[in-house]
């Protein structure tokens, strides 16, 4: 069995019944660490945020999983694009509203760069909504090519526009 690595994969929906979708995309990603293995999981805080970029669209739900599993991140991106399809998500229009959107933003001492995947996600170091409930999850983050802690860029970012709406227990039945 390959060793666990830990992820921290990114949550936001701003359409339908966001919190229960997150809730259902959560169950989902804690499935994938059990059927990977996974010893430990964790989950953020859900925080209500403002659109970045894209069309108007309304306010989204943000969170974060941590996970530890040993399956490539290639392997990881295609869970996450299932768990998002049954959710009903469509790709119509970049940075436009959706059901649910998941990004793998950091994956712990691994930087990815491919077509079809780049991690530590490309926009993490300018984006609150991700930053702060990722470091919910993964205090003690680094960027894997720098390793500036994430709390440091947290603090230059500032958390403008991230309203917690609800503890680590949201998503809970």
């Keep these: 069995m390959s060793p666990l690595t830990r992820y921290v994969i990114g949550l936001g929906a701003n359409l339908g019944d966001a919190r229960s979708t997150l809730r259902h995309a959560v169950q989902s990603l804690l499935g994938l660490e059990h059927a990977g293995g996974g010893a430990r999981c964790s989950v953020s805080a859900l925080y209500r945020t403002e659109p970045v970029g894209g069309p108007p669209q309304p306010e989204y739900l943000n969170a974060a999983v941590g996970l530890c599993l040993s399956t490539p991140p290639a392997a990881v991106l295609l869970s996450l694009m299932s768990i998002e399809r049954g959710a009903g998500r469509v790709r119509a229009e970049r940075w436009g ?15 990815v760069d491919s077509p079809e995947l780049t991690v530590p996600h490309p926009r993490l170091q300018h984006r609150a909504f991700a ?10 983050a680094t960027d894997p090519g720098t390793g500036e802690a994430y709390a440091e860029v947290a603090r230059r970012v500032g958390n403008a526009g991230v309203l917690r709406v609800a503890d680590s227990g949201w998503h809970l039945p």
């Design 97 to 111: 509203a959706r059901t649910l959107d998941l990004d793998m933003l950091w994956i712990e001492g691994i930087a």
């Design 131 to 140: 930053l702060v409930p990722l470091l919910d999850v993964a205090p003690d």
